[in-house]
T-cell receptor, first 113, second 111 residues
Framework: DVKVTQSSRYLVKRTGEKVFLECVQDMDHENMFWYRQDPGLGLRLIYFSYDVKMKEKGDIPEGYSVSREKKERFSLILESASTNQTSMYLC????????????FGPGTRLTVL | LAKTTQPISMDSYEGQEVNITCSHNNIATNDYITWYQQFPSQGPRFIIQGYKTKVTNEVASLFIPADRKSSTLSLPRVSLSDTAVYYCLVGGDTNAGKSTFGDGTTLTVKP
């Protein structure tokens, strides 16, 4: 069974803090993704990585950065958290050549106070 | 960039067939159409994927007309446990990072 795990299910941070969200997959997938999900807005892609140290911006990269130093791990970084980044964050992974067959983690609900 | 449009919500009763349509007028030649199911407090789960015509698996069927500007997810004989949000995703490896999820359709199955 493919497993995508995220470091926290719930996280509460203060405005201005640096926040790290970690994602690990155990299926040797080349592609990894970070999405945020907000009521009425569906899933929006923040960043996508197709290989170690490679990344591409998604629809809403502003205010976020990512790091992929190892194939199995993809980190989302909020350099200075703001209240409008309060959201559900979902990580996913897929094989190269099977971009659309994404396996999702359980999500991290981040609240920025 | 293929923007997708889905109905916001649908209601059904147990045992009925449910069809959820996704519009994607700007779909690119190499794009695939994929559907996901999401329960509360969980990440989306892959259901089915297709490129054209019809695809069927043990869970659902996917109908894609010749012009590929829309697709229909068909769930046969739904049960209460099929109550979830259903998303379509249009894209593929050739425009990686540009795939677009729809806003999702909340399906409520009633007894």
């Amino acid at each position: 069974d493919v497993k995508v795990t995220q470091s926290s299910r719930y996280l509460v941070k203060r405005t201005g803090e640096k926040v790290f969200l970690e994602c690990v997959q155990d299926m040797d997938h080349e592609n990894m993704f970070w999405y945020r999900q907000d009521p009425g807005l569906g899933l929006r892609l923040i960043y996508f990585s197709y290989d170690v140290k490679m990344k591409e911006k998604g629809d809403i990269p502003e205010g976020y950065s990512v790091s992929r130093e190892k194939k199995e791990r993809f980190s989302l970084i909020l350099e200075s958290a703001s209240t409008n980044q309060t959201s559900m964050y979902l990580c996913a992974s897929s094989f190269s050549g099977k971009y659309n067959e994404q396996f999702f983690g359980p999500g991290t609900r981040l609240t920025v106070l | 960039l293929a923007k997708t449009t889905q109905p916001i919500s649908m209601d059904s009763y147990e045992g009925q067939e449910v069809n959820i349509t996704c519009s994607h007028n700007n779909i690119a030649t190499n794009d695939y159409i994929t559907w996901y199911q999401q329960f509360p407090s969980q990440g989306p789960r892959f259901i089915i994927q297709g490129y054209k015509t019809k695809v069927t698996n043990e869970v659902a069927s996917l109908f894609i007309p010749a012009d590929r500007k829309s697709s229909t997810l068909s769930l046969p004989r739904v049960s209460l446990s099929d109550t979830a949000v259903y998303y379509c995703l249009v894209g593929g490896d050739t425009n990686a990072g540009k795939s677009t999820f729809g806003d999702g359709t909340t399906l409520t199955v009633k007894p």
